[in-house]
């Protein structure tokens, strides 16, 4: 089981550390508040002019993309409830066709002082010996809220700027969580918009290359509320770029230890004081193993996509232990320093690691998947660099499977006139794309004229290799959602967009190899988004909000039916139609 909050013992003088760093805190307040204001938010949730994004104002067209396997969020001996080696997740990360991996271990004073400079020099080592993309990131506990990846491009000063971020802005280590009352939940929250905020001045400024940050699990405490995901995504669109979703943990129920109740990425919470109110108990489960704001056609992220402005989907391991390994948490020294320490915790925070772990031979507990095993996040990258991944997050070309249901996916829409809509042409009128001949893909923007077609064409490659399960992954439908672009919700608490539905569903049921399915959306007369889904079909029936809206979607699991490779789905990233 993960741990969802780490005691705060062995404290720093994080002023202090920060000033040894080279920033003070005022400077750092100072810097986030100019950049906060400068985005139009001149307190948080406060409307303002609108926000520049480069996902936003891409040109039409996309130039040629690779598909590579990512898992953005994995956890080693470097945090303080996981237990593997780098080498390890490397290892099995690599047998499981992922290209690009990163080290996000859990914020914590030891892990700023002691384990971050430290793992920083095994990932070079690791970077030295494979052709992977490793990233060093870091799990941020968000002011007022959940956990989120922080990813940035490796360079000079990168560690500098980690342990900065983490000193001054982690919600945890400065006391900025669970906050007891409706004002310091304001003040937590404008925490959280001003440190993305900075990490956008950095980035402005040169002092780092990029960065993305995800909002991680948002509906397992419900504490990560509708307006606080718009908050941080206004704060900087180009930094705060979207969600997982779908939580890691999906072996949670079929876990050595798992009991009856056990779901899948450890959704098993009801609210508590400081969660969204308005969350329904629904949204403290899994669907499918999706998170309730992904999974519910017309519900939390069809709400922000109808505000026409991007926010992403993920999916990732979050390894901590994997189901039924056989390996143990490793023995600390005898003697002291650790022999007078009362607790684990403290002994993981003398070095800030835990010890090498221990094959047993014996099945342990754990609630995880190896990277790639299970969750795949696919990023269309123009450069195999690390630079070029994190600018495919950013633009939403993206999609995530489970269980490998799925190869390859590509996803072209395009505009023409009515009636000549099933060849790709010159964009003279007889063809369709925008006015250069182009179609974008996932995450793109088109511009079409009212009364044309837009076409959407989907090419989906079936796996022809048995997962690690053994199954052989059948693919029984694809779905075309959509909705109409609204504009900025008047409520910043939005949960709906009752104008989403699925509009087409396809049956691929006994389809093999590659093929492509068409949908057109004829004569448009406003502008909306399209989003992508499909399943094994094994688990599917009327969605949360009823079958005129979703006919198969995902359906909540009861006890004892939470194995994750009977019930796969995939899901990509929105397409957005600008009609004029």
């Not at 705060?240 to 779908?246: H, L, P």
């Not at 969750?375 to 999609?399: D, I, K, P």
């Not at 029984?476 to 919700?489: F, K």
């Not at 087409?504 to 959306?521: E, I, N």
Request: no cysteine; charged share 20%.
């Amino acid at each position: 089981m993960h741990t969802h909050d780490a005691p705060r013992t062995h404290a720093l003088d994080a002023d202090a550390e920060l000033r040894a760093l080279g920033f003070s805190r005022r400077d750092i307040l100072r810097t986030a508040g100019i950049a906060l204001a400068a985005g139009g938010l001149s307190a948080f949730g406060g409307a303002g002019a609108a926000m520049a994004s480069t996902s936003a104002t891409r040109p039409a067209g996309d130039p040629q993309l690779a598909w590579l396997v990512g898992d953005h969020h994995v956890h080693t001996q470097f945090s303080h409830d996981a237990k593997y080696r780098m080498a390890q997740q490397l290892d099995a990360a690599q047998h499981y066709g992922v290209d690009w991996l990163a080290f996000t271990e859990h914020s914590n004073f030891a892990h700023a002082d002691r384990g971050l400079p430290t793992a920083r020099d095994l990932i070079q080592q690791e970077r030295d010996a494979r052709g992977m993309l490793i990233f060093q990131g870091l799990e941020w506990y968000i002011p007022a809220a959940e956990h989120a990846t922080v990813l940035i491009t490796p360079g000079t000063d990168d560690i500098r700027l980690l342990r900065a971020f983490e000193l001054a802005w982690d919600g945890k280590l400065n006391h900025w969580d669970k906050p007891a009352d409706a004002a310091q939940m304001a003040d937590f929250e404008r925490r959280a918009a001003e440190a993305v905020a900075w990490l956008g001045a950095q980035k402005s400024a040169g002092a780092l290359g990029d960065a993305v940050v995800l909002a991680n699990h948002p509906m397992r405490l419900g504490i990560d509320s509708p307006h606080e995901l718009r908050g941080w995504r206004d704060a900087d669109p180009d930094i705060f770029i979207g969600m997982e979703g779908a939580p890691g943990a999906q072996g949670s129920a079929i876990s050595q230890n798992a009991g009856p109740g056990d779901q899948r990425g450890e959704y098993v919470n009801a609210p508590r004081p400081d969660s969204w109110a308005a969350y329904p108990a629904d949204a403290y489960r899994p669907y499918g193993g999706f998170d309730w704001a992904t999974a519910t056609v017309g519900g939390l992220w069809d709400a922000m996509l109808a505000e026409g402005k991007p926010f992403w989907i993920t999916s990732n391991s979050d390894n901590h232990l994997t189901v039924k390994d056989t390996w143990r948490i490793g023995d600390y020294p005898a003697g002291e320093p650790y022999a007078s320490l009362p607790s684990e915790f403290d002994r993981w925070a003398v070095r800030g690691m835990r010890p090498d772990p221990v094959d047993t031979g014996m099945p342990q507990g754990g609630s995880d998947f190896w990277p790639g095993q299970f969750s795949r996040l696919h990023t269309g990258v123009t450069t195999r660099s690390y630079a070029g991944v994190l600018e495919a997050m950013r633009r939403g070309r993206m999609w995530v499977d489970h269980g490998h249901l799925i190869a390859g996916l590509d996803v072209q829409v395009g505009a023409t006139m009515p009636g000549k809509g099933n060849g790709r042409g010159n964009g003279n009128g007889g063809g369709w794309g925008n006015a250069s001949g182009t179609t974008v893909t996932l995450g793109g923007r088109l511009t079409a004229k009212r009364g044309q077609d837009v076409v959407v064409t989907i090419t989906v490659t079936t796996t022809d290799y048995t997962n690690a399960a053994g199954i052989l992954p059948q693919l029984a439908h694809v779905d075309v959602i959509a909705g109409p672009v609204t504009g900025t919700a008047a409520d910043a608490d939005a949960m709906r967009a009752p104008e989403t539905r699925v509009v087409r569903q396809f049956d691929t049921t006994g389809s093999r190899g590659t093929f492509t399915l068409t949908h057109v959306f004829e004569r448009v007369d406003r502008p909306f988004y399209v989003r992508f889904r499909g399943s094994d079909g094994n688990r599917t029936g009327a969605g949360y909000h009823g079958a005129a809206v979703d006919p198969a979607g995902p359906q909540r699991h009861g006890d004892g039916e939470g194995d994750p490779w009977s019930d796969t789905w995939f899901y990509a990233n929105p397409v957005f139609i600008d009609v004029h």
